[in-house]
């Protein structure tokens, strides 16, 4: 079945500075990749999505990119701030199922 | 997007008893899941809640330990049967129209001693 892998499990920046967290799914029928934002003791929260016919995809100071040949996507945080500290998942679904296959999750801090 | 509330938010259960967990949707939605995730963890899909039919279960989940319904399209249980200590998770549904844009409820909490 599906696999996704996420990297890197915790990532720690200064206040300004850019994060990227990285995924890679398994299985090339994979269309549709979201990211989701979960703060202590919260639901996760739809950040941004990509679907496998756009390359990239930009909401203000998150961009995901995506690389189809490769099967991985990227989430891309620029001027980061305190309030962007929490967990980040990525995840892959196909059209057959509709069904979320998560990564691990990558816990970033982000230091005033 | 879709309202999505649960009930009861968290909950304490003795062992060997069951929990059924409410999902209510204020829209009507073709797609709704159920997942756990321990603390710490990533979310682990349980099912697929069919609309009219059985739930679709993922490897290592079955009917006679987690039986969903989902009677229409805006609302969906999840019970925690014969429940152990192992049981004790944040459980989560999430629905949504099609394939895209998955929203989540505001989870579970079920603790069992």
């Known amino acids: 079945g599906e696999n996704v892998e996420q990297h890197p499990s915790t990532l720690s920046v200064q206040e300004g500075d850019s994060a990227v967290i990285k995924c890679t799914y398994s299985d090339s029928a994979s269309n549709y990749f979201p990211w989701y934002k979960q703060e202590l003791g919260k639901r996760p929260q739809l950040i941004i999505d990509i679907r496998s016919n756009v390359g990239e995809k930009k909401d203000q100071r998150i961009a995901v990119t995506l690389n189809k040949t490769a099967k991985h996507f990227s989430l891309h945080i620029t001027e980061t701030q305190p309030e962007d500290s929490a967990v980040y998942f990525c995840?892959?679904?196909?059209?057959?199922?509709?069904?979320?296959?998560f990564g691990s999750g990558t816990r970033l801090l982000v230091r005033p | 997007s879709a309202v999505i509330s649960q009930k009861p938010s968290r909950d304490i259960c003795q062992r060997g008893t069951s929990l059924t967990i409410q999902c209510q949707v204020d829209?009507?939605?073709?797609?709704m899941f159920w997942y756990r995730q321990q603390p710490g963890q990533s979310l682990t899909l349980i099912a697929t809640a069919n609309q009219g039919s059985e739930a679709t279960y993922e490897s290592g989940f079955v009917i006679d330990k987690f039986p969903i319904s989902r009677p229409n399209l805006t609302f969906s249980t999840l019970t925690v049967s014969n429940m152990s200590p192992e049981d004790s998770s944040i459980y989560l549904c999430s629905a949504g129209s099609g394939q895209y844009e998955q929203y989540f409820g505001p989870g579970t909490r079920l603790t069992v001693t």
């Open positions: 995840a892959a679904s196909k059209p057959s199922s509709y069904k979320l296959i």
């Open positions: 829209s009507q939605v073709t797609m």
